[in-house]
Antibody, heavy 120, light 107 residues
Framework: EVQLVESGGVVVQPGGSLRLSCAAS????????MHWVRQAPGKGLECVSL????????YYADSVKGRFTISRDNSKNSLYLQMNSLSTEDTALYYC?????????????WGQGTMVTVSS | DIQLTQSPSFLSASVGDRVTITCRAS??????LAWYQQKPGKAPKLLIY???TLQSGVPSRFSGSGSGTEFTLTISSLQPEDFATYYC?????????FGQGTKVEIK
């Protein structure tokens, strides 16, 4: 079964750090660009970061640039998001998603999400 | 950055209704336009990609069309399981952006 499973979401204080993980299974992980997408409570979807299949290319939303770092370990079929200098505005459900080039890079597989709450 | 504006933001409809959601881009975009459905407490689900191609397993009552700056998602006959929030998404210069969403509720 094709699956993405996120983990690592917790309650963290403003200014703190957190590392999210996304475990992939059921497909050839190192063939695909991967994304992190977040959704604040009651709000819409926001692309946070993406990483190319080989990890050589990364992109970030302006709102997280300089604070978040995306990475991947293809030997472990895993995607990561290191989050530093967290603020209350980063409170959201964080999804990892797989982009499919045969579908014009649309996100065909999503995880169930992991909740990050930034609060004192 | 390219902005996507969906209309309406909220839609109240009955089972069997034909529903159309519009997504307008702030500038001309390519065919890298996708539509997603999200139900409460669930991850988004891909419905349409390349503006008009139906994702495998998605019912044929869903269709997408458009080009340039205006795109539409149509549900030909609304079913009870279609009540959800719908998002359009576009790719430009290696970056995806989403519309603000359209919530479809039962009248």
């Amino acid at each position: 079964e094709v699956q993405l499973v996120e983990s690592g979401g917790v309650v963290v204080q403003p200014g703190g750090s957190l590392r999210l993980s996304c475990a992939a299974s059921g497909f050839t992980f190192n063939d695909y660009t991967m994304h992190w997408v977040r959704q604040a409570p009651g709000k819409g979807l926001e692309c946070v970061s993406l990483i190319s299949w080989d990890g050589d290319n990364t992109y970030y939303a302006d709102s997280v640039k300089g604070r978040f770092t995306i990475s991947r370990d293809n030997s472990k079929n895993s995607l990561y998001l290191q989050m530093n200098s967290l603020s209350t505005e980063d409170t959201a459900l964080y999804y990892c998603a797989k982009a499919d080039p045969s579908r014009f890079d649309a996100f065909d597989i999503w995880g169930q999400g992991t909740m990050v709450t930034v609060s004192s | 950055d390219i902005q996507l504006t969906q209309s309406p933001s909220f839609l109240s409809a009955s089972v069997g209704d034909r529903v159309t959601i519009t997504c307008r881009a702030s500038q001309v975009i390519s065919s890298y336009l996708a539509w997603y459905q999200q139900k409460p407490g669930k991850a988004p689900k891909l419905l349409i990609y390349a503006a008009s191609t139906l994702q495998s397993g998605v019912p044929s009552r869903f269709s997408g069309s458009g080009s340039g700056t205006e795109f539409t998602l149509t549900i030909s006959s609304l079913q009870p399981e279609d009540f959800a929030t719908y998002y359009c998404q576009q790719l430009s210069s290696y970056w995806w952006t989403f519309g603000q969403g359209t919530k479809v509720e039962i009248k």
